[in-house]
């Protein structure tokens, strides 16, 4: 893999550049590539590294490829398939890494950076962050400075400072496109199937430890901001999946039925909010119950959630109003109570004769809920993070074995005892609580405020929430997480007590990451076209979009090009010096041609004047080598050239 004959060879400059672009590059991909691969991609920079330092030499065309078919396989071992998103940026960084290794010529050096831009792009299908543009941008910024330094030899500080300049001239084009360019629902072309393989959050099912595993995430799920009073925790509950299927161990969701409408007339205490909702690829919007919404995206779940049209695989905005007083289900259908009734034969069977005994001792359903809430609270359950392992008969073992469990436990053995004491229940998922962010107003809610409680049925008032942990542990529904376990070492850092300093820095950060999830991300084709329509362009016509995006990008080029054309006839801080050497030259009676060259021109003038024809030639020669050499011309280099013409002394 020698360089082509005719290009220029790479310089051990231009390799440091190299391998500094991809290092960086590669860098917010570490968290998502394989261990063995991001090891491998270090080990190839590294020796790219030493080679540059000529401490080794470079690897072979048959090692290469050795090494590029051991990727390729390792990759579909590792992920099963080769086509899809995480296998192709898994190839792209090995690939990105191989062609540094390979590259001889300056064409292989151009070649390698683009694949650092590609790798880039990459990153914005892991996610869309604000800290993912700003490594975003410094991949970019350094890239371009790379392609600079294989240009001509100067100082890093001055290679930086360059790419930085063209940068900052091409962002009024990037805001341009970004306001102007027309906001097509969907993606522009097809997404891999594994695309969104990495949203993580909430599922369709429940098992022992589902959600304390997924407590200890402080990933965000959503932000609520509301208009006026914000609820109190007691009506914070944010609705998810609805569970009515149980095996045994697992519960389910069940089927459901769709409608515009919700299933319930809404009435009492309404809270209007708008929720932002990060993409987790299911149809659920976690709204506070009971939700009421005026969006063609929305429908209404016979479970009594709200849904998504489509499955959330972006940040998604909704107008939302709750109704925390409204009654729900009065009339349910007779499969829907027969299936919140069902039990598995055999399964539990002391939580089962639980519920039994406690349905011969009272008639009334809502005195059979009151007694198997008191025998929780009689059976002092620890609430805790990590409790211990259960087996076959979990609500058993939890109940009178071990005592120990987090929501999950306590929600899954009520709703089995509730359903073996005649009273139909069903297990709902979502989250409880959230912070009230001090410094935007919203109300973030995140992955470690998942929480599991259980509906049952009643006759006269229908679908009632029930939330068991609260008995044992009330301060869970008032104070949140982090004021109701124990074992808060097992928390995520930044929510435990003595990280104090590193909370408040974290919702400093989320109240900036939330004003770019608005502004930037959440700028759709609703605020694009009400942006329009407020410029006095017909919002809904791509015609008149594009018309607008062509007139001002085409206004931004015409006025860049005015400013470099006047720019170069001032000519640079080099060419001003030049200027004013021809200038004294001329005034002395030796004016310049066009046509002529430094050179020319300096063996032109020494020959007048030949008393300083060594400065003359000097000068000439000086501003030859510094305007068409490879290398920049320095302060110093400027200094010297300045000097050299003030004293000269032309007569």
């Known amino acids: 893999m020698n360089a082509a004959e005719g290009a220029p060879p790479l310089r051990p400059w231009h390799g440091h550049w190299l391998t500094a672009c991809i290092a960086v590059t590669l ?55 080769l086509l899809g998103k995480d296998p192709g940026l898994a190839l792209l960084a090995g690939f990105a890494c191989l062609k540094l290794l390979e590259a001889r010529s300056l064409r292989d050096g151009r070649a390698a950076v683009l694949l650092g831009f590609f790798l880039q792009m990459g990153q914005f299908l892991n996610g869309q962050e604000i ?49 102007l360019f027309p906001r097509i629902p969907g993606p522009l072309w097809g997404l891999p199937a594994d695309a969104f393989s990495g949203l993580t959050g909430l599922s369709e099912t429940m098992s022992p430890g589902s959600i304390s595993r997924l407590i200890q995430s402080g990933k965000i799920a959503f932000r609520a901001e509301f208009d006026g009073e914000i609820p109190p925790p007691r009506d914070r509950y944010w609705r998810g999946p609805v569970l009515s299927v149980f095996d045994g161990r697992r519960w389910e969701a069940g089927f459901t039925t769709l409608s515009s409408s919700p299933p319930y ?30 969006d063609p995206r929305t429908r209404y779940s016979s479970d009594l959630r709200l849904v998504s049209v489509a499955p959330l695989r972006s940040r998604q905005r909704y107008e939302l109003a709750a109704y925390p007083a409204a009654r729900a289900g009065q009339r349910e259908f007779t499969h829907v109570i027969r299936r919140n009734l ?20 009272f008639e009334a359903p809502r005195h059979r809920i009151e007694a198997l809430l008191g025998t929780f609270r009689e059976l002092r359950l620890e609430y805790t993070l990590t409790p211990r392992a259960l087996g076959l008969h979990s609500a058993d073992e939890f109940l009178f074995d071990t005592r120990e469990g987090f929501c999950e436990h306590f929600s899954s053995a009520f709703a089995i005892a509730a359903r073996a004491a005649g009273i139909p229940a ?57 004021g109701a376990l124990p074992d808060i070492e097992s928390l995520p850092l930044f929510m ?55 007139t001002l990008v085409g206004t931004l080029m015409l006025g860049f090009v005015t400013w470099s054309l006047r720019r170069r006839r001032r000519g640079d801080a080099l060419d001003r010096r030049w200027q004013r050497f021809c200038a004294r030259l001329s005034r002395a009676g030796t004016r310049r041609a066009d046509w002529q060259g430094p050179l020319d021109f300096a063996d032109l003038a020494a020959a007048r004047h030949p008393s300083l024809a060594d400065d003359i030639r000097w000068i000439g020669g000086r501003y030859a080598e510094l305007r068409y050499g490879r290398k920049p011309p320095s302060r110093q280099d400027l200094a010297d050239l300045d000097d050299r013409i003030k004293h000269l002394d032309i007569r």
């Open 426 to 482: 069903r297990v709902v998922t979502g989250y409880q609580g959230g912070e009230i962010n001090p410094h935007d107003g919203s109300l973030v809610v995140r992955q470690s405020d998942a929480h599991a409680w259980v509906e049952v049925w009643l006759p006269e008032s229908g679908w009632q929430r029930v939330d068991p942990t609260a008995t044992s542990n009330p301060t869970r529904i008032d104070n949140g997480i982090l």
């Open 496 to 550: 435990q007590p003595r990280m104090a300093w590193l909370r408040s820095l974290q919702l400093r950060w989320d109240a900036v990451a939330n004003g770019w999830n608005q502004w930037v991300l959440g700028y759709n084709d609703e605020r694009q076209r009400s942006l329009l329509r407020g410029l006095g362009f017909d919002g809904g016509d791509y015609r008149h979009l594009a018309a607008a995006m062509v």
């Open 27 to 81: 860098l917010p991909h570490v968290e998502h590539l394989p261990i063995w691969l991001s090891a491998s991609c270090a080990l190839l920079l590294a020796w790219r590294a030493l080679a540059d330092r000529s401490l080794t030499p470079l690897p072979g065309r048959a090692l290469l490829l050795f090494v590029a078919a051991a990727i390729v396989a390792a990759t579909g071992i590792e992920f099963h398939h």
């Open 265 to 294: 007339e809404v009435s009492g205490k309404a809270y209007r909010y708008r929720l932002t909702v990060e993409p987790h690829n299911q149809h659920w919007l976690l709204a506070m119950d009971f939700p009421a919404a005026d």
């Open 131 to 179: 800290s993912v543009a700003a490594l975003t941008l410094c991949g970019t910024l350094l890239a371009v400075g790379t392609l600079l330094a294989m240009e001509c030899e100067a100082p890093w500080q001055t290679v930086i400072a360059g790419a930085g300049r063209l940068l900052f001239m091409a962002a009024p084009f990037m805001l341009a496109l970004f306001v």
């Open 342 to 361: 069902r039990l598995p034969e055999g399964s539990n069977p002391r939580t089962t004769a639980l519920g039994r005994q406690v349905a011969e001792r």
